[in-house]
Antibody, heavy 119, light 107 residues
Framework: EVQLLESGGDLVQPGGSLRLSCAAS????????MGWVRQAPGKGLEWVSS????????HYTDSVKGRFTISRDNSRNTLILQMMSLRAEDTALYYC????????????WGQGTLVTVSS | EIVLTQSPATLSLSPGERATLSCRAS??????LGWYQQKPGQAPRLLIY???NRATGIPARFSASGSRTDFTLTISSLEPEDFAVYYC?????????FGGGTKVEIK
């Protein structure tokens, strides 16, 4: 059974940093693309970033480029999102999601970790 | 960026009725469209991938069709557990984008 468990969400001041982690199990992590999708309170889904199984291919939505870094530790089956220069508009529930192929749709999701950016 | 427009925003129906949801893309996305269901307090669940293929474990009452810019998700006979928000998503071009969602509510 696929399991994705996010952690690291917190209340942080504007301009601050945060590191999100996603512990994965139940599938061959190192050969599976992964992504982060966020959902602001009461709003819809917004894709944030995706990374290939090897970690060599990475994509970001424009609003986080230069501020967020996606990475993975395949030895520990962990997906990471390093977030810097956080803004109020980054406030959201951040989901870790498993790609069903390479740059395909997301067929498994974690329960999310909440990031709140506020002074 | 490809914009996905979902309609209607809200669909009020009774159990047993047929639901038809629309997703329109701002440019040709071939068949690279998926549909997700999200219930309150839960993560999204993939229903449909590549326009018309049901994901693992998805009941046959869910069907979908379309290509290029116009796509449809149909729920043939609504079950109580189907009342939720539905999102479409394209994977044709980066950035990946989602539609704004259609809420299917009990009438």
């Amino acid at each position: 059974e696929v399991q994705l468990l996010e952690s690291g969400g917190d209340l942080v001041q504007p301009g601050g940093s945060l590191r999100l982690s996603c512990a994965a199990s139940g599938f061959t992590f190192s050969s599976t693309a992964m992504g982060w999708v966020r959902q602001a309170p009461g709003k819809g889904l917004e894709w944030v970033s995706s990374i290939s199984g090897s970690g060599k291919d990475i994509h970001y939505t424009d609003s986080v480029k230069g501020r967020f870094t996606i990475s993975r530790d395949n030895s520990r089956n962990t997906l990471i999102l390093q977030m810097m220069s956080l803004r109020a508009e980054d406030t959201a529930l951040y989901y870790c999601a498993k790609d069903r192929g390479l740059w395909n749709f997301f067929d498994s999701w974690g329960q999310g970790t909440l990031v709140t950016v506020s002074s | 960026e490809i914009v996905l427009t979902q309609s209607p925003a809200t669909l009020s129906l009774s159990p047993g009725e047929r639901a038809t949801l629309s997703c329109r893309a701002s440019q040709n996305i071939f068949n690279y469209l998926g549909w997700y269901q999200q219930k309150p307090g839960q993560a999204p669940r993939l229903l449909i991938y590549d326009a018309s293929n049901r994901a693992t474990g998805i009941p046959a009452r869910f069907s979908a069709s379309g290509s290029r810019t116009d796509f449809t998700l149909t729920i043939s006979s609504l079950e109580p557990e189907d009342f939720a928000v539905y999102y479409c998503q394209q994977r044709s071009t980066w950035p990946l984008t989602f539609g704004g969602g259609t809420k299917v509510e009990i009438k």
